[in-house]
């Protein structure tokens, strides 16, 4: 049983949450020959201020 974790930044709506996670399953699914239902997918929000690129947060590169 695949279990697939996305780190993202904040912001998407639950529709953008809902297709990602029925397109990754889908997939995953195909790649692994295996039925939608045993794919997890585990989504996590992330503030901009807890990443960072190049050593500089996310809210002062993309405020």
Do not use: C, F, W
């Not at 904040?10 to 039925?35: C, S």
């Amino acid at each position: 049983m695949p279990i697939v974790q996305i780190s993202m930044i904040q912001g998407r709506t639950p529709e953008m949450k809902e297709k990602l996670i029925q397109r990754v399953t889908d997939a995953i699914a195909e790649a692994l020959q295996i039925t939608a239902d045993k794919v997890h997918i585990v989504l996590y929000d992330v503030p901009k201020e807890n990443i960072g690129h190049g050593g500089i947060p996310l809210t002062k590169i993309n405020p």
